[in-house]
Nanobody, 122 residues
Framework: QVQLVESGGGSVQAGGSMRVSCSFVVNGFKSIAMAWFRQAPGQEREGVAAIDTGDGSTYYLNSVEGRFTISHDNAKNHLYLEMNALNPDDTTMYIC????????????????WGQGTQVSVS
């Protein structure tokens, strides 16, 4: 079983930076794929960044590559998304996901999802 809880969202001005975090409790897995998605009301969920906590491979949505960085700290059971050069298009709910059932990177079908944390850029 995996439990995910996001934190760190809020409001920031365009051009600013923010880090969102996801605390995870993982039972029965040595390493898993994890990711950040985002979803605005009435829109489809969009994969932003993914990481394999085993070999460290990372994957990014084209529009965030070079601005966002996904990382994890297994000792602290945390997944992070560092976001720089934010713009209003980045405003939405950011959601943590874990355990890839099939696929790879941002194409994974993930088994577990958090509730999300809101990021607003103005």
């Amino acid at each position: 079983q995996v439990q995910l809880v996001e934190s760190g969202g809020g409001s920031v001005q365009a051009g600013g930076s923010m880090r969102v975090s996801c605390s995870f409790v993982v039972n029965g897995f040595k390493s898993i794929a994890m990711a950040w998605f985002r979803q605005a009301p009435g829109q489809e969920r969009e994969g932003v960044a993914a990481i394999d906590t085993g070999d460290g491979s990372t994957y990014y949505l084209n529009s965030v590559e070079g601005r966002f960085t996904i990382s994890h700290d297994n000792a602290k059971n945390h997944l992070y998304l560092e976001m720089n050069a934010l713009n209003p298009d980045d405003t939405t709910m950011y959601i943590c996901a874990a355990h890839c059932l099939r696929g790879q990177g941002l194409g994974c079908v993930f088994a577990y999802w958090g509730q999300g944390t809101q990021v607003s850029v103005s």
